[in-house]
């Protein structure tokens, strides 16, 4: 193993004659730059941490500072004269002119160099204060906004990395108690009748003129206190406290290129080289934060807190409550290949190895693996992290805490990330509506023995080279693992390549070990807990109705001409479909980011309106009493009210975090309020959430190059889980789930549903 070399570095051998030192030459020159690296990630963090503390400021100010105070010194000017001639006569008795001059010179330009930091850091946090923008038609912007754009970008220059606008970033803003019961009051309207809602109106007063006013005062001081009020609990409390199993409740899975062509022309274990290689560069950048911000209208930087745990993260079971487990470095993959682990090297002498060195690395494991058919017991272990978390953190405590099973525990927790390669075809035909719902199920929960959903990324690809992604969700939220899948989609093709017989280019020279086979100690306590589990999983993905939607007759483009909103509009169709589906209107989720602040994530938008009621009682009126201008009227409402609803979940308006905060504060003081247990317990029969595009510099690459969006399953027993991309002038994805055992939903027809919706909405404007 490459891993023992530094080990035998040196043999020590005592024989009758004396003792012998022999010296392996590659294993010390191995040893010496394993600590040269060490020391060289060391300084590289002393630097980063620097550059960014001072931003926006740079060293070479502090040159210009230096040479100005020189000048004005020889100038004879006060007031540097006079401080310089008192730090010189301080040093003039250890150090003979020049020195002291200097000296003195230096400390004068340290200390007002210092004061410029302060003063560039106030200013920029002064400019990241400015919202006026979001109030703006986006391309429109106002004289005031061109204004603030032109001073924020002189000011923060051009040379930002991954982190430098965090400590100028605002803090997350609470709003007040009767802000948000009055906006929960407004959202609750439309979904009530009236006795309903007078019961909703009384427990909200009580609520506010009681204990309400205690749990604010005390979120409040957290507020003042914390970097965001919201993120630490709801990282707590919402993903990691979660009990449920992670691959149906919070874990999502993500697309390939679907529109690309690959099938039949790229390898599976070629196109796993070169993304594997692209992701280890996103890895790097984020590593050494050169990876830009994410810039909104390209002039205000969102936060980047949620990157540092892409990679290298694993979740831990526990009792009770999870931890997020994030290694610092690591150079190492774990491989799933037709069910058996393996550990593979992905560095070598510190250097990342190339795609055409990774290619023939997969080869030999696939080869490996296709020896001998993986045992029964082996093959269904990943099912395991798929349960109960309470389960699975005892199992983990009693089959993998000592020897075999937790070396090999360790290798695949330790990796950067998971690579899994599946014998299975990944179907998908562009003109056959349903050719990709059994495939996208599969994409979720991996038919309940692929993925090890305790690690933050998992890769999978299929035998027609085709790829998907299983994340777990509580190191981040979609957008970031979504830039990380946008990277490594373009630069497979645009930078890496693959030759016309579809292998990586170049051609490998190493000498690598096979990667290590990782084996596992199954006692027949443990072979029964993993067929157990194994069981739970078959039966709860037969439960799954999952359904992929291509959407190819409009996109973007034709939702701009007609002056609405993208997101509006298609939160609208989906209010449309859900109740010609249902015949009921029912609490809508829809995620927006707040990453506007820092460390923020997500908040909630509550996209069932009045508005979005009207429109759709008047769509589904049978005569319609409405004209078609009054609907388009009523639609370009509702599209506008979801906006500001939008927006104003993007600047801490919400009402769910708020809301959420204050029930945590209520279970820690031991108080009982009816009002938030009542908020708590309100189901959300439509969950949705739009998928990041674009978010590469590179903003002009086809959208077919990128990926297809993602899914996750229904939120609630009852209802639908909707996740869309709006990826193209005329293409939109729909990623559809509901459970099979509910009486009351049907993808399929869930699907249809929303097809009739987008095309009864655009012949308004015909």
């Not at 969700?473 to 645009?494: L, M």
Request: proline share 4%.
């Amino acid at each position: 193993m490459a891993e023992a070399q530094p080990a035998v570095a040196f043999q020590f051998i005592v024989t009758p004659e004396g003792w012998n030192l022999k010296v392996d030459n590659h294993a010390l020159t191995a040893v010496f730059m394993s600590g040269l690296r060490s020391w060289q990630r060391s300084l590289t963090w002393l630097q980063r941490r620097f550059i960014t503390g001072v931003y926006p400021a740079t060293w070479a100010s502090w040159i210009l500072v230096f040479f100005v105070i020189l000048a004005l010194q020889f100038a004879d000017l006060p007031p540097t004269y006079h401080i310089n001639r008192a730090v010189s006569s301080y040093f003039s008795s250890s150090l003979n002119p020049p020195l002291d001059f200097y000296l003195a010179s230096s400390i004068c330009a340290s200390i007002l160099w210092l004061f410029f930091v302060l003063v560039s850091r106030w200013g920029l946090w002064i400019l990241l204060q400015y919202q006026g923008f979001l109030f703006e038609t986006p391309g429109k912007p106002s004289l005031l906004t061109k204004a603030w754009a032109v001073v924020l970008r002189l000011w923060a220059g051009s040379d930002y990395m991954l982190y430098s606008f965090q400590h100028a970033l605002p803090k997350l803003p609470l709003p007040t108690l009767k802000e948000t019961l009055k906006r929960h009051l407004q959202t609750m309207r439309p979904l009530c009748d009236d006795e309903k809602f007078d019961n909703w109106t009384r427990l909200s007063n009580e609520f506010e003129q009681g204990i309400g006013r205690r749990l604010q005062l005390y979120l409040t001081i957290k507020s003042w206190w914390s970097s965001n009020w919201v993120t630490d609990w709801w990282e707590d409390y919402v993903y990691l406290a979660n009990r449920q199993p992670l691959g149906f409740s919070s874990s999502f899975y993500g697309l390939d290129n679907l529109l690309y062509p690959m099938e039949g022309k790229v390898k599976p274990a070629s196109r796993a080289a070169n993304m594997v290689h692209a992701m280890f560069q996103f890895r790097r950048m984020i590593e050494l934060e050169t990876l830009p911000p994410l810039i909104m209208r390209d002039t205000r930087p969102l936060c980047s807190a949620q990157y540092v745990r892409a990679f290298n993260t694993t979740r831990i079971p526990q009792k009770d409550k999870d931890r997020l487990r994030h290694i610092n470095n690591t150079s190492h993959i774990a491989v799933n290949c037709f069910g058996k682990w393996y550990k593979m090297n992905c560095y070598y002498m510190g250097d990342p190895l190339r795609p055409c060195d990774l290619e023939k690395q997969f080869v030999k494991i696939m080869e490996e693996a296709t020896l001998y058919p993986v045992t029964e017991s082996e093959g269904r272990l990943p099912s395991v992290t798929n349960v109960n978390r309470d389960k699975w953190a005892e199992a983990r405590a009693e089959f993998f805490s000592s020897g075999l099973n937790k070396d090999s525990l360790k290798a695949i927790e330790d990796a950067a990330f998971i690579i899994c390669f599946t014998g299975k075809d990944f179907e998908f035909k562009e003109d056959v509506i349903d050719s990709a719902d059994e495939s996208v199920r599969r994409a979720l929960h991996g038919d309940g023995h692929t993925y090890w959903f305790d690690k933050s990324i998992t890769v999978t690809f299929h035998s027609n080279s085709r790829v998907t992604a299983s994340v777990e969700h509580s190191w981040a939220d979609a957008p970031v693992s979504s830039q990380v899948f946008e990277y490594a989609f373009y630069h497979e093709v645009r930078s890496l390549g693959y030759t016309l017989d579809g292998h990586t280019m170049g051609e490998s020279n190493l000498n690598l070990p096979p990667a290590q086979r990782l084996n596992w100690d199954f006692t027949p306590n443990m072979r029964s807990f993993v067929d157990q589990c194994y069981l739970e999983n078959v039966s709860a993905c037969e439960d799954v109705d999952l359904r992929f939607f291509y959407f190819k007759e409009f996109g973007k483009g034709f939702m701009k001409t007609v002056r609405c909103s993208p997101d509006g509009f298609l939160q609208l169709a989906l209010q449309l479909a859900y109740f010609r589906d249902i015949g009921q209107f029912h609490l809508t989720y829809e995620a927006s980011m707040t990453r506007l602040y820092r460390e923020g994530r997500t908040e909630t938008v509550r996209s069932c309106t009045t508005d979005s009621c009207e429109f759709v009682r008047a769509m589904c009126e049978s005569p319609k009493s409405k004209s078609k201008d009054e609907l388009r009227k009523l639609l370009r409402k509702s599209v506008k009210t979801h906006q500001e609803l939008y927006r104003d979940c993007m600047l801490g308006k919400g009402i769910d975090r708020h809301l959420f905060c204050l029930y945590v504060l209520a279970r820690y003081m031991k108080v009982k309020s009816d009002f938030l247990e009542e908020v708590i317990s309100e189901k959300w029969r439509l969950s949705t959430s739009q998928t990041a595009i674009h978010q590469m510099l590179q903003n002009s690459v086809d959208w077919r190059q990128l990926h297809c969006g993602g899914g996750f399953n229904t939120v609630d027993s009852d209802g639908y889980g909707i996740s869309y991309i709006i990826a193209g002038e005329n293409a939109l994805f729909f990623h559809i789930s509901s459970k099979f055992s509910s009486p009351k939903t049907d993808s399929n027809r869930f699907r249809n549903n929303i097809q009739a919706a987008l095309r009864d909405m655009r012949e308004l404007f015909n």
